[in-house]
Antibody, heavy 116, light 109 residues
Framework: EVRLVQSGEEEKRLGESLRISCKGSGYKFTTQWISWVRQRPGKGLEWMGRIDPGDSYTNYSPDFQGRITISVDKSMNTAYLQWNSLEASDSAIYYC?????????WGQGTLVTVPS | QSVLTQPPSTSGTPGQRVTISCSGGASNIASNTVVWYQQLPGMAPKLLVYSDSRRPSGVPDRFSASKSGTSASLAISGLQSEDAATYYCAAWDDSLTWFFGGGTVLTVL
């Protein structure tokens, strides 16, 4: 079974750094791009960017470029989403999803809370 | 304001047919395929339709989708209570970005 399992809920302070993870299993990790998608409370889905685990090539949405870093550790079959300085507006559920032309499957989501 | 426009909500009674529209532009829907996702309350999104109108295995044929020009639509026939969810369209844009529609909340009355 192809699965993506994400790291657990996080509560951080303003200005802190954070890295959340997404571990793939049940398939050859390097063959499927991994995207990250944000969902703010009560809001819709926003695509943040993606990475090709084969060569670590990344492609960011202009709305997130410069604010996040997407990376991968092939040896661990794991992709990461990182912030250097969190803002209150980063409070959201973050999903990883596998695929290039479609997102399937999705991880279970990681809730990030940054109280103001 | 989303690049892909969906109605915020729709509703139907069990057994009815409902449709959800998704309007985009030349650089996304018109030139790339449309995907639809279903998000049940409190859950991660799930792939419902890909390549404009193809269903993954396991998705009932009550769900159908089509595309014409810069618009796409998702139809759900024989509405069931478990179809209550938020539905999102998505399309790759030639600006090298994925866009999602704002989502349509389906209420089964």
């Amino acid at each position: 079974e192809v699965r993506l399992v994400q790291s657990g809920e996080e509560e951080k302070r303003l200005g802190e750094s954070l890295r959340i993870s997404c571990k793939g299993s049940g398939y050859k990790f390097t063959t499927q791009w991994i995207s990250w998608v944000r969902q703010r409370p009560g809001k819709g889905l926003e695509w943040m960017g993606r990475i090709d685990p084969g060569d670590s090539y990344t492609n960011y949405s202009p709305d997130f470029q410069g604010r996040i870093t997407i990376s991968v550790d092939k040896s661990m079959n794991t992709a990461y989403l990182q912030w250097n300085s969190l803002e209150a507006s980063d409070s959201a559920i973050y999903y990883c999803a596998a695929g290039l032309g479609v997102f399937d499957p999705w991880g279970q989501g990681t809730l990030v809370t940054v109280p103001s | 304001q989303s690049v892909l426009t969906q109605p915020p909500s729709t509703s139907g009674t069990p057994g009815q047919r409902v449709t959800i529209s998704c309007s985009g532009g030349a650089s996304n829907i018109a030139s790339n395929t449309v995907v639809w996702y279903q998000q049940l309350p409190g859950m991660a999104p799930k792939l419902l339709v890909y390549s404009d109108s193809r269903r993954p295995s396991g998705v009932p044929d009550r769900f159908s989708a089509s595309k014409s020009g810069t618009s796409a639509s998702l139809a759900i026939s024989g509405l069931q209570s478990e179809d209550a969810a938020t539905y999102y369209c998505a399309a790759w844009d030639d600006s090298l970005t994925w866009f999602f529609g704002g989502g349509t909340v389906l209420t089964v009355l």
